[in-house]
Structures are given as C-alpha cells and as structure tokens.
C-alpha cells in the first residue's frame, strides 16, 4: 500500500516527465463523473491511428474506453462499448460505426487494438487476437491539440464527463501510434512478444496526469 501511495504522490507533482509503467496497471475503482486520466503528446496531427491496450471489467452498461478530443471534434478519436452485447463503437472525426457480435466476459483481462485510416477512412478492431471485418467511418486527418482521457468518455473538448458512462476496472499496456500497424506488429503486441512502442502514447515513457482517486499497481499484484 506504501508503493501505491508514493506512486500517486509521484504522478500528482511529476506527470511532465514521462513515465515508465512497465509492470503496472491503472486501477479505475468508482463510478464517478470527475475521475480520469490524461495521457499528453505534443503531436497535433494524425493522418492514421493505432491504439492497443489491455484492459479488465465487470460493467455490463456502457463505458468509454479511449476518447480523444479535438477543438473540432469531441470524438476525434473514440472506442465505446456500447451495449451488453459486446459491440463496441469507435468514432474518428465524429463519425463513427458499430463493431457487432464481440465477446467480452467479466472479470476477464482482454487485448483490444483498434486502427483506422485517414485517406480511405477504413477502420478495424483486433480483439483477443482475433480481427474483426473492415468498416468505413470517415475520411481526412485528424488535426488540432488532442486532450486524450481514460476512464471517462468527452462530450465537449477535455469535459462533459457522465458518471453512467465511466469505465471501472483495471488499463495497462496502452500504446498509440499515428500510422497503421502491420498485421504482425499487432500480432506480437497481442503475444505480449517484442514489438514497436507506441510513438504517440508509450507505456513505457507516458506523461500523464492522474484526477481523482485512480491508482497505480504492480501488474503481478491483479494479474
């Protein structure tokens, strides 16, 4: 418990400087409309995106699970679970589509990498290792200061916060590319296997800012 607490005092003064996670987990423990993370890059413009990342829930209700916003568009960039079903929704540039007939048992770590691409506006789900089916949302980058939130899902640039749609559960392993990856970079992501960090989001060098009461543990601890 001592670790945990010189954790959360470290990320309260010190998220300017990245961070090493290796070996950590994001704890989300409270359905609450304030609590979040902010993970911060200085890149402005993203003409694809990759985002892969782990994460363990019990929620049946809707949750967000990763929301970039944008001056332009509240959902620049969003996954969203969306019903009890296993459908996640992923929005770029405020369009978006349905990812249907998913599974997602409680109380079970999945691996979740998600691509989409500007010029053909083509976007994909990789879950557990296995690929969905391709679908269209829109074309065009994706410009302007992203504010990028975990645990919370924006309806307005860095805000509009809905405790019914807050995420309880566990994160780690987050990485964020601005290109598409290969099928066997994912791949060896999923394996857990040597593969190119994030160059947006980086769990082995985040910066980051933790608001409430979210806290950092050892992996081997929940896992």
């Known amino acids: 418990m001592k670790t945990v607490v010189l954790l959360m005092v470290m990320f309260a003064t010190c998220f300017a400087t990245p961070q090493d996670l290796s070996g950590k987990v994001l704890v989300f423990p409270r359905e609450t409309s304030t609590d979040h993370v902010k993970l911060l890059t200085s890149k402005t413009k993203f003409d694809s995106v990759t985002v892969c990342f782990r994460f363990i829930t019990d929620l049946s209700r809707n949750y967000g699970l990763f929301s970039l916003a944008t001056p332009s568009f509240s959902n620049d960039f969003v996954l969203f679970k969306i019903n009890s079903k296993g459908d996640i929704r992923m929005h770029a540039l405020d369009g978006g589509t349905d990812f ?96 190119t960090p994030g160059n947006v989001f980086n769990w082995r060098s985040l910066e980051l800012e933790i608001s409430g009461d979210i806290f950092v543990e050892e992996e081997r601890e929940v896992m």
């Open 100 to 195: 249907l007939s998913l599974s997602f048992p409680p109380n079970t770590w999945h691996s979740i990498c998600s691509t989409w691409r500007s010029d053909n506006g083509l976007a994909q789900l990789w879950v557990d290792g296995k690929q969905t089916i391709k679908r269209f949302i829109k074309t065009g980058p994706i410009t302007g200061a992203p504010i990028t939130i975990l645990g919370q899902e924006q309806d307005s640039y860095g805000g509009g916060f809905d405790a019914s749609q807050s995420f309880l559960g566990m994160i780690t392993k987050l990485h964020m590319w601005n290109y598409v990856l290969s099928n066997a970079e994912i791949k060896r992501y999923v394996a857990d296997a040597q593969f």
